[in-house]
Nanobody
Framework: VQLQASGGGLVQPGGSLRLSCAASGFTLDYITIGWFRQAPGKEREGVLCISSSGGSTYYADSVKGRFTGSRDNAKNTVYLQMNSLKPEDTAVYYC??????????????WGQGTQVTVSS
């Protein structure tokens, strides 16, 4: 199972981006999806998880109130809406069919991720 994140780019502080996570060949309907990020020189960290029903569990306090997870099962896509972006949000963002630090550490099927750069 491999998912592909897209939608990253360069944005000014305070701006917004919406990342997409898509799968090919299988449905995401019943799969809990985690969003993760890895900043330069830092370890990968969990951002939030989206349950099959669409509820979000946050793993990074720094994004609460700014990031929102959602899913559109008709489009077989999961989203990460990022608002009020800060330079410290700069990272490569990944999605994966796992949640939590332990599962993240054991997972090996990472896609390429999508680069998000927040800079003026």
């Amino acid at each position: 199972v491999q998912l592909q994140a897209s939608g990253g780019g360069l944005v000014q502080p305070g701006g917004s981006l919406r990342l997409s996570c898509a799968a090919s060949g299988f449905t995401l309907d019943y799969i809990t999806i985690g969003w993760f990020r890895q900043a330069p020189g830092k370890e990968r960290e969990g951002v939030l998880c989206i349950s099959s029903s669409g509820g979000s569990t946050y793993y990074a306090d720094s994004v609460k109130g700014r990031f929102t997870g959602s899913r559109d099962n008709a489009k077989n896509t999961v989203y990460l809406q990022m608002n009020s972006l800060k330079p410290e949000d700069t990272a490569v963002y990944y999605c994966a069919p796992v949640c939590g630090a332990q599962a993240m550490g054991a997972f090996s099927g990472w896609g390429q991720g999508t680069q998000v750069t927040v800079s003026s």
